[in-house]
């Protein structure tokens, strides 16, 4: 009987082989963040991309290991073949091959310490609680009232900060909190400056560190500090001074910075901006005004022709009434009809004569025609 013909028998595919025991490592937390020391060897980086791919081997095995370019561009050295190393790795396996490797995250020569594991395990777990997270991270307000500092007392941060703050923004308040910085106690004593700056009224508090060596970074990665850090009631910026070694610190803080600088202009508005910026308001409040004027301008200079009109129509119009007027007037003046032939007599009494009762024989009498008067006596009178 063919082995495909058995009911009794699961015919897997490679790809289901692989990726099974691909998930048996991943659910091995014994495989999760292990450390490993051994020789580079057999070293490659993936040109434009800069993802690195080497083996590490002892007297007796060798490993592939795979560190892509987000961790390797952390590193403050070059790798070379034949330099002994310790990696903080985990064992994965990769699954068109279906060989296994370590994906690096970190890489120490030889004799530097073996803190990673326990500091890569505590950042995975205040990671896992939000504490990272960039959506809890708040904005810096760059026209702030008051400024806490925290750093070592009398330090060139200090100084810098100071400087930098007064020259772009004059008008605001700072108040320092010295501190210790690195060394034995450095992080008790940083959280104690923390404590008194959360009483101060603040719209932003800076932690800088300035320069020193990354080795004495320990104080920032204080569990009992990061977590006063992802829990202020204003935004903190960190400026602890390394762009290669990122502490948890600057990981919970709402903003990082390289440098003391950088941090003072972070937490500040420049007022050459805000000068630039009143300039442009002006020019803007100028040109509404000069638009608005001609606004208005064009609404009289139109309203001024309609009032004219209006005006013009309406002396049309009592000019055409005065005319009419005039007209029947004229044509009810008695003495327009005397330029027609008529005339007008008066008697002595100034009674115009319409009967020939009216005069008496022998008395004057004026008679007006349109250029003039005739005066006359009456001789006889006949009755028609």
């Given at each position: 009987?063919?082995?495909?013909?058995?009911?009794?028998?699961?015919?897997?595919?490679?790809?289901?082989?692989?990726?099974?025991?691909?998930?048996?490592?991943?659910?091995?937390?014994?495989?999760?963040?292990?450390?490993?020391?051994?020789?580079?060897?057999?070293?490659?980086?993936?040109?434009?991309?800069?993802?690195?791919?080497?083996?590490?081997?002892?007297?007796?095995?060798?490993?592939?290991?795979?560190?892509?370019?987000?961790?390797?561009?952390?590193?403050?050295?070059?790798?070379?073949?034949?330099?002994?190393?310790?990696?903080?790795?985990s064992v994965d396996l990769y699954v068109s091959r279906g060989s296994y490797q370590l994906n690096a995250y970190q890489v120490e020569q030889v004799g530097?310490?073996?803190?990673?594991?326990?500091?890569?395990?505590?950042?995975?777990?205040?990671?896992?609680?939000?504490?990272?997270?960039?959506?809890?991270?708040?904005k810096i307000n760059i026209f702030p009232n008051r400024i806490g500092v925290i750093s070592g007392k009398g330090s060139a941060a200090i100084k810098d900060?100071?400087?930098?703050?007064?020259?772009?923004?004059?008008?605001?308040?700072?108040?320092?909190?010295?501190?210790?910085?690195?060394?034995?106690?450095?992080?008790?004593?940083?959280?104690?400056?923390?404590?008194?700056?959360?009483?101060?009224?603040?719209?932003?508090?800076?932690?800088?560190?300035?320069?020193?060596?990354?080795?004495?970074?320990?104080?920032?990665?204080?569990?009992?500090?990061?977590?006063?850090?992802?829990?202020?009631?204003?935004?903190?910026?960190?400026?602890?001074?390394?762009?290669?070694?990122?502490?948890?610190?600057?990981?919970?803080?709402?903003?990082?910075?390289?440098?003391?600088?950088?941090?003072?202009?972070?937490?500040?508005?420049?007022?050459?901006?805000?000068?630039?910026?009143?300039?442009?308001?002006?020019?803007?409040?100028?040109?509404?005004?000069?638009?608005?004027?001609?606004?208005?301008?064009?609404?009289?200079?139109?309203?001024?022709?309609?009032?004219?009109?209006?005006l013009i129509h309406k002396l049309d119009l009592i000019k055409s009434d005065l005319n009419s007027k005039k007209s029947l007037l004229d044509s009810l003046?008695?003495?327009?009809?005397?330029?027609?032939?008529?005339?007008?007599?008066?008697?002595?009494?100034?009674?115009?004569?319409?009967?020939?009762?009216?005069?008496?024989?022998?008395?004057?009498?004026?008679?007006?025609?349109?250029?003039?008067?005739?005066?006359?006596?009456?001789?006889?009178?006949?009755?028609?």
């Open positions: 009987m063919a082995l495909s013909d058995n009911p009794l028998s699961l015919i897997y595919s490679v790809t289901d082989i692989n990726s099974y025991v691909k998930n048996l490592l991943k659910s091995d937390e014994n495989l999760h963040y292990v450390l490993v020391r051994g020789e580079i060897s057999n070293l490659k980086v993936q040109a434009g991309v800069g993802h690195h791919y080497f083996s590490l081997k002892d007297e007796e095995s060798m490993v592939n290991v795979t560190l892509f370019n987000s961790y390797a561009s952390k590193l403050d050295f070059a790798l070379e073949n034949g330099m002994e190393v310790i990696i903080l790795a530097e310490g073996k803190a990673l594991v326990e500091l890569e395990k505590l950042k995975q777990k205040l990671n896992a609680e939000g504490l990272f997270d960039p959506a809890r991270k708040r900060i100071t400087y930098n703050v007064f020259r772009r923004y004059p008008c605001v308040e700072i108040y320092f909190f010295p501190s210790q910085v690195q060394g034995d106690g450095a992080a008790k004593d940083i959280i104690r400056a923390f404590d008194l700056a959360q009483k101060c009224d603040l719209d932003t508090l800076i932690i800088s560190r300035g320069g020193g060596a990354s080795e004495d970074l320990a104080a920032f990665n204080d569990e009992a500090l990061v977590r006063r850090v992802a829990a202020s009631k204003m935004p903190v910026i960190s400026a602890v001074g390394h762009e290669i070694d990122t502490t948890l610190v600057e990981l919970a803080s709402d903003l990082r910075v390289s440098t003391p600088t950088g941090a003072a202009e972070a937490a500040t508005i420049d007022k050459r901006e805000i000068e630039q910026s009143l300039f442009g308001y002006e020019e803007e409040m100028n040109e509404i005004i000069s638009s608005k004027v001609k606004e208005i301008r064009d609404s009289i200079n139109s309203y001024k022709k309609d009032i004219n009109n209006i003046n008695p003495y327009s009809v005397l330029s027609r032939g008529y005339s007008l007599t008066y008697n002595e009494k100034g009674k115009v004569v319409t009967s020939i009762g009216d005069v008496n024989e022998g008395e004057n009498i004026r008679t007006l025609v349109s250029d003039g008067e005739i005066h006359s006596k009456v001789s006889k009178k006949e009755k028609k």
